[in-house]
């Protein structure tokens, strides 16, 4: 802009989030080719932290940015495999059954949203629990899946189990990149920037002409069919189907773990968090009860000490920003770090933006 | 009354409003053009934000319509209203308190006036810096005290391009100062053609911009006109100062 020195200019990203840019690129290319250098149990466990990174980052768009806080999202997860089980039973590619599956519970979310969506806060929350009792009470009633006994995706059982687990790998891989991509797109376009206004006043966001349910169902729908296929996936990686494993409220628990330690509402912090409750997953996971202890104590401490996460924490000391989705006005004549206007005892114009 | 001779842009008539048994609008007609300036005053519980919610579609009224150029918006929500330039402010201010000054009024420019990315920028600039909020651009509103809350209450409703504002106490809880300050951007509206409903207890920061005058009390319109008359009005005297029942 030619009018740069003399009217304020908007900042998208800082030369840090631009580094943090490329850099996202680079390990991306690099986890793609990390299988030819990685043991068979390290695949599979990369695997499922991409299958985390999903769920933290679809329960962080849907409650850290809209304000949807769901109680009830292993519907999705458990849909997401049941789908893809009854397609693959069809005669479909079970490959193909994964990304179909995850379309129909993305399909099957949109006439949910309609009563759903009517409830508010709590109400939402439970409401959604609710649902995934009920739909796993349905699932069960399906004679493919016999009961608590459940099944198998047997028909991935053509591909030798070294090709199986790379494809997987991959595809985990893909759709993690694709539906971290779609988010940031989102949430850092106007229609982001709606999402976040209607999580902190819905009234308000309607009095300035934001479209409240329909955007609201747009991140409903998109949070289904990211749960969905986290949920495909998860089935591939370990073939069997018990409907009790998958429709488990555990699964939106360790969403919201991830998401609060890792800071609830900032893009970075969704990964991060995914991140830690893999970490904890790996050192702790076989330890059994102590496991669990450790996961409990985590989210204690981090409420107590570190109430906005990580990620959240981080981004108040040091400002620090990789992938922003906000907005920040520059002034003429100041630097764009320090724009010094806003002189405020507690915190610096850095610290300021939640998102 | 609106001038005869003008065109109406925004009517309501025959508007009740009933929250279970308790009436709180009964039988309410008003009628304004676009370039007017309407100051509504009345005792508490009158009637006033209701009437305001009802014209700007927070919710429907219990009966009557409402018109907003030309057009029956009686079942329109808040949302559409906005969009076709009918914007409210809210009396106890509503933030996106996680969102910085700048993001709220982007909100309105981006959704509210339907604006281009490079467009809502320049609007939302261009409010920040008629309200005087420039400075705190970058702050989160949850971070920002009253007289600021209350700017970037009206820095996000122009952002949204309204024809007509409807300020909900915009002065309330404010210095002389500070509302005196609020008066001036308000008046820089009026150059703007913008036409404005103003709801307000501090009457004489109202009067240096109403050209006409409403009173309200018990959901009744009950003296409406050039604001010394209105003001000087035996009824209206009777409202404020508790006469007893009529």
């Known amino acids: 802009m030619s009018a740069a020195s003399t009217s304020p200019i908007i900042e998208r990203g800082t030369t840090t989030s631009r580094i943090a840019a490329i850099a996202v690129a680079v390990i991306i290319a690099l986890l793609a080719i990390a299988p030819q250098f990685l043991s068979a149990g390290a695949v599979d466990r990369m695997t499922a932290l991409f299958i985390y990174v999903i769920l933290a980052a679809m329960w962080n768009a849907l409650a850290g940015f809209g304000g949807l806080v769901s109680v009830g999202q292993q519907v999705f997860f458990g849909l997401g495999a049941y789908f893809a089980i009854r397609l693959a039973d069809t005669g479909l590619n079970p490959f193909a059954s994964l990304f179909v599956a995850a379309i129909i519970v993305g399909v099957v979310s949109w006439p949910l949203s309609l009563f759903m969506l009517r409830l508010r806060n709590g109400e939402f929350a439970i409401g959604m629990w609710v649902i995934a009792a009920l739909t796993h009470l349905l699932v069960n009633l399906d004679r493919l899946v016999q009961g608590e006994t459940g099944t198998s995706l047997i028909s991935l059982n053509v591909y030798d189990a070294g090709t199986r687990r790379v494809a997987i790998y991959w595809l985990a891989l893909g759709s993690m990149t694709a539906l971290l991509a779609i988010l940031f797109g989102l949430l850092r376009g106007s229609t982001g920037a709606a999402i976040r206004a209607i999580r902190d006043n819905e009234d308000a966001a309607a009095s300035v002409g934001v479209r409240v349910t329909g955007t609201k169902r747009l991140l409903f729908v998109l949070a289904a069919f990211g749960i969905g296929v986290a949920g495909a996936l998860w089935l591939a990686t370990s073939i069997t189907f018990q409907p009790k494993t998958y429709f488990n409220v555990q699964w939106t628990a360790y969403m919201i773990f991830m998401v609060l330690v890792g800071g609830i509402g900032t893009f970075e912090g969704a990964i991060l968090g995914a991140l830690v409750f893999f970490l904890i997953e790996t050192w702790f996971g076989g330890t059994g009860v102590w496991y669990l202890v450790s996961l409990g104590a985590t989210a204690v401490l981090f409420s107590l000490f570190l109430p906005r996460g990580l990620w959240g924490t981080i981004e108040e000391r040091f400002g620090l920003r990789l992938l922003p989705v906000g907005y920040r006005v520059i002034l003429p004549g100041h630097a764009p770090a320090d724009d010094g206007t806003a002189p405020s005892p507690e915190q610096t114009p850095l610290d300021q933006e939640k998102a | ?246």
């Open chain 2, 1 to 246: 009354m609106p001038h005869p001779q003008q065109q109406a842009v925004l009517t309501a008539a025959g508007i009740h409003k009933r929250f279970g048994a308790l009436v709180v609008l009964d039988a309410v007609d008003f009628a304004m053009a676009a370039d007017e300036a309407v100051g509504i005053v009345g005792p508490n519980g009158a009637g006033k934000t209701t009437l305001l919610s009802v014209l700007s579609g927070a919710f429907p009224p219990t009966a009557g319509t409402v018109s907003f150029k030309g057009g029956d918006v009686t079942s329109l929500p808040a949302t559409q209203r906005c969009r076709l330039g009918l914007v409210r402010t809210h009396q106890v201010p509503k933030p996106f308190s996680g969102m910085t000054t700048f993001e709220n009024v982007f909100v309105a420019a981006s959704h509210g006036a339907g604006l281009g990315r490079d467009e809502a920028y320049e609007e939302a600039l261009g409010s920040l810096k008629l309200c005087g909020m420039l400075g705190v651009a970058n702050r989160r509103a949850e971070t920002l005290g009253l007289l600021d809350r209350k700017r970037l209450e009206l820095a996000r409703a122009l952002a949204a391009r309204p024809t007509l504002l409807l300020l909900d106490e915009i002065g309330g809880g404010l210095t002389d100062g500070e509302a005196g300050e609020l008066v001036g951007t308000i008046k820089e509206l009026r150059r703007r053609k913008i036409g404005i409903v103003w709801i307000e207890h501090i009457v004489h920061i109202l009067l240096q911009v109403a050209e006409r005058l409403i009173c309200m009390d018990a959901g009744k319109i009950i003296a409406d006109g050039e604001p010394q008359a209105v003001m000087a009005d035996p009824e209206v005297v009777r409202a404020y100062l508790g006469g007893g029942p009529k």
